[in-house]
């Protein structure tokens, strides 16, 4: 079976892009859509901010990255975005195809609750994304300089882990600031040096 080896650039309807994965951070979701306003030429930032995908059983697209990106542009009346088609695996039964992805590390499929969960528990739809405020927790902690940011896929979802497991959610849910501040310590901590990113402990 030949897939493709070179990208394939074209353009496709938001609402035909399939989600790989079942949460996304909605603060982060709000941060691009801002990000998208405040933009001038609308094309090109388009045109600079390819979204990946994989042609998938009956040719369709699935996310695999850049969902917050995808959902944001949804949520402001996009309609069709920029593709780069990493590999066509249209070819594939759906079990072999779902196996193909997992093992690529082009899938997550962990819920609002850290829950490992199907493939059939997907979203069909951007729109369906749940919203998982330790993901946001996450982002947050990599732009204040909490850890570094790496190639590692899924790296904000295992930071995201991490901190789901020390801070309690009504504390993320009603003071961020706070939360934050907790995030910022226990990342320098050696309890976080296995995460992609880790820049080491406070001195």
Same mark, same amino acid.
């Given at each position: 079976?030949?897939?493709? @080896?070179?990208?394939?650039?074209?353009?496709?309807?938001?609402?035909?892009?399939?989600?790989?994965?079942?949460?996304?951070? +909605?603060?982060?979701?709000?941060?691009?859509?801002?990000?998208?306003?405040?933009?001038?030429?609308?094309?090109?930032?388009?045109?600079?901010?390819?979204?990946?995908?994989?042609?998938?059983?009956?040719?369709?697209?699935? +996310?695999?990255?850049?969902?917050?990106?995808?959902?944001?542009?949804?949520?402001?009346?996009?309609?069709? #975005?920029?593709?780069?088609?990493?590999?066509?695996?249209? @070819?594939?039964?759906?079990? %072999?195809?779902?196996?193909?992805?997992?093992?690529?590390?082009?899938?997550?499929?962990?819920?609002?609750?850290?829950?490992?969960?199907?493939?059939?528990? +997907?979203?069909?739809?951007?729109?369906?994304? #749940?919203?998982?405020?330790? @993901?946001?927790?996450?982002? %947050?902690? @990599?732009?204040?300089?909490?850890?570094?940011?790496?190639?590692?896929?899924?790296?904000?979802?295992?930071?995201?882990?991490?901190?789901?497991?020390?801070?309690?959610?009504?504390?993320? %849910?009603?003071?961020?600031? #706070?939360?934050?501040?907790?995030? +910022?310590?226990?990342?320098?901590?050696?309890?976080?040096?296995?995460?992609?990113?880790?820049?080491?402990?406070?001195?």
């Amino acid at each position: 079976m030949n897939f493709t @080896r070179e990208p394939r650039l074209q353009t496709a309807a938001i609402d035909d892009l399939r989600p790989t994965q079942i949460t996304v951070g +909605l603060r982060e979701v709000e941060e691009k859509r801002a990000e998208w306003r405040a933009q001038g030429k609308k094309a090109s930032f388009l045109g600079k901010h390819l979204i990946p995908v994989v042609q998938g059983p009956q040719n369709h697209y699935y +996310l695999i990255d850049h969902h917050h990106l995808a959902r944001a542009l949804f949520d402001e009346g996009v309609t069709e #975005v920029a593709i780069t088609v990493v590999a066509d695996l249209s @070819r594939l039964e759906k079990a %072999a195809f779902w196996v193909y992805l997992d093992n690529c590390s082009w899938t997550h499929l962990y819920d609002q609750k850290g829950k490992r969960r199907d493939h059939e528990d +997907l979203p069909k739809h951007v729109e369906g994304l #749940v919203d998982d405020p330790y @993901r946001s927790l996450a982002g %947050a902690l @990599r732009r204040a300089g909490g850890y570094a940011k790496d190639s590692a896929p899924f790296s904000e979802f295992l930071w995201a882990d991490f901190l789901r497991r020390r801070i309690k959610h009504k504390q993320v %849910a009603a003071e961020p600031d #706070v939360a934050l501040d907790t995030a +910022l310590r226990l990342a320098k901590t050696s309890e976080a040096d296995y995460l992609p990113g880790w820049c080491g402990p406070t001195s």
